[in-house]
């Protein structure tokens, strides 16, 4: 079954009432169909008030918030809905997770980063250094935006406390095999934190099967409102030390989610995992919501590599062009990462934003990533990055443009 993009484009409005932008700057936020919008609007208006009180309205809410525990759970397939945990966005799971971990410093205090990732998921932990942590990088494979396990191999050890790392580059979209790593941490006896910020809107997670035992996602990257969640093994989770006032239980997800949030936001992240079902039902799915979602996320998957291969082509046409990151489209999300010799990435995106082209320039929230490919810090490199909304016509346009 081809692709169903023109039924896709046709429910995000952005795409058509955004005075002519082309959005290629989706890793740092992707657009929301209407159903999302409708919903956080619909909340803000029917049930803008607190949960927990015994009345229709604010039992309205209690119940969105479950809903959304447990849509996420399909979304992620978590086991148990109340291993999902609700905040303002991945990096505020990566530093509550630190933090208490922080508290249980013992024999294993070792700490794994790596230079493949967002500075979010490397400077959490370099903090637990004035507690009392070490902390040891995983280099990049010989200097290319990818990691080799037998390279994290003679950094674990019976001091490895636990394994930092990406499921994808926000950078250059380079993948991880993060099953692979949860079975070397686990063989160490550590245990695995997966940032799969970037990763969420590009393809199937599925926390069971890969082995890991946290996860941490910021929802609007994946077509829902500004919010983020945190996905751990609830063994693990209940056994970590948090502040909370003494009425609320000591137990995931109470424990972690200390005062209100925005609940129009968690309405509106409902909405989102219902249009990802929605596609996987176009997609031919049959069976329960976690099974479409799952060939929702395989069929992106599929088309986002049309697209790499799309604009791998392309960009490789242009003299002085250089991309940094891995060639094989099932290698990596739709994120590109490159630079012109001789023009800095400012006056590179200047241009093309004045030409309707949204795309980003800078170190990307990965200065050591973009140190050790040989750029510099305060200049960076250019990044377009696409999502399944996307399609071949716009990147021709974005090329011609850009070799203009």
């Known amino acids: ?24 700057d989706n890793a740092a936020g992707a657009q929301l169909p209407a159903r999302v919008i409708d919903a956080v609007k619909d909340h803000l208006v029917h049930r803008m008030v607190q949960r927990g009180g015994p009345y229709t309205l604010s039992r309205e809410v209690d119940d969105v918030i479950e809903r959304a525990r447990a849509a996420v759970a399909d979304l992620v397939n978590a086991p ?23 508290e249980q410093r013992g024999a294993r205090n070792e700490i794994i980063v790596t230079e493949l990732d967002h500075e979010a998921n490397i400077s959490v932990w370099l ?7 070490t902390v040891r990088f995983w280099p990049l494979a010989d200097g290319n935006p990818r990691l080799d396990l037998k390279d994290l191999a003679p950094l674990l050890s019976d001091k490895t406390r ?3 790392v990406t499921w994808a580059s926000n950078a250059t979209g380079s993948l991880v095999d993060v099953a ?3 079975d070397a941490a686990h063989a160490a006896g550590a245990e695995v934190f997966v940032d799969a910020v970037h990763y969420l809107p590009h393809g199937p997670i599925d926390v069971q099967n890969t082995g890991i035992d946290y996860m941490a996602c910021s929802s609007y990257k994946a077509f829902a409102p500004h919010m983020g969640f945190g996905w751990g093994r609830k063994q693990c989770l209940d056994g970590l030390p948090a502040f909370r006032e003494y009425f609320i239980p000591d137990v995931a997800p109470y424990k972690f989610e200390i005062g209100t949030y925005v609940y129009e936001n968690v309405a509106g992240l409902v909405a989102a995992i219902e249009y990802l079902e929605s ?12 099974q479409a979602i799952h060939h929702a996320m395989q069929a992106i998957r599929s088309y986002e590599m049309t697209l790499s291969d799309h604009m791998l082509r392309g960009l490789e046409k ?15 999300t739709p994120t590109f990462c490159f630079a012109f010799e001789g023009i800095p990435p400012a006056v590179v995106c200047e241009k093309m934003g004045g030409r309707g082209y949204a795309i980003r320039y800078g170190h990307l929230y990965c200065p050591r990533l973009i140190k050790r490919l040989g750029l510099s810090e305060d200049i960076g490199a250019i990044r377009a990055s696409l999502v399944h909304y996307n399609t071949k016509d716009e990147i021709d346009g974005f090329l011609e443009a850009l070799s203009s």
């Not at 905040?87 to 208490?100: D, Y």
């Not at 996987?280 to 069976?287: E, K, L, S, V």
């Open 180 to 182: 692979a790593v949860a």
């Open 1 to 24: 079954m081809s692709f169903p993009i023109d039924a896709i484009r046709s429910q995000f409005p952005a795409l058509y009432e955004s005075r002519g932008t082309i959005f290629f």
């Open 127 to 133: 903090d637990l250094q004035k507690r009392g942590f």
């Open 279 to 290: 596609v996987g039902r176009m997609c031919g799915a049959d069976g329960d919501r976690h």
């Open 162 to 164: 636990l394994v930092a």
């Open 318 to 332: 242009i003299p002085s062009v250089r991309v940094y990151g891995l060639r094989k489209p099932s290698d990596r």
């Open 80 to 102: 148990d809905p109340n291993e999902i945990v609700f905040g303002l966005n991945g990096t505020s799971f990566m530093r509550l997770v630190s933090q208490t971990i922080a």
